[in-house]
């Protein structure tokens, strides 16, 4: 569960995917999301993450980078967004699709980098 802070400072919050490595959370988000919109404005934001079970879980917290939208199907962007959909789930069963479905749906990453973390884990 992703949560930004709307502009009345509630939070909103967003089930997504995400990809791990090497401590920096990437997630595939649509431009004109309204999570995306509350990160430009303000990027705080909360990753909570559940366990096993009710008693167990994390929350990350930190400050977004949000990476260029996704313009051309051989650009950066896209192939950052191929190693993370490679990361949550494997491989893809047509690449030349896939990019050019980034840049249709105006694709972009979030990344996050936690400065702080809570929670019950085991």
Known sequence: MLVTLGGDARPQL???FFGLEQGTFRVSVTDSRRK????RRD???????PGDDFFHWIVFEGAAELSEVATSPDDDVVDELVET???INGEHGDWTEYR?????DRRLVLRLTPTRAYGMWP
Not at 100 to 104: C, L
């Open 14 to 16: 967003s089930n997504i």
């Open 36 to 39: 995306v919109a509350n990160l």
């Open 43 to 49: 990027p705080r934001l909360s990753l909570w993450v």
């Open 85 to 87: 959909y490679r990361r």
């Open 100 to 104: 050019q479905a980034m840049v249709a």
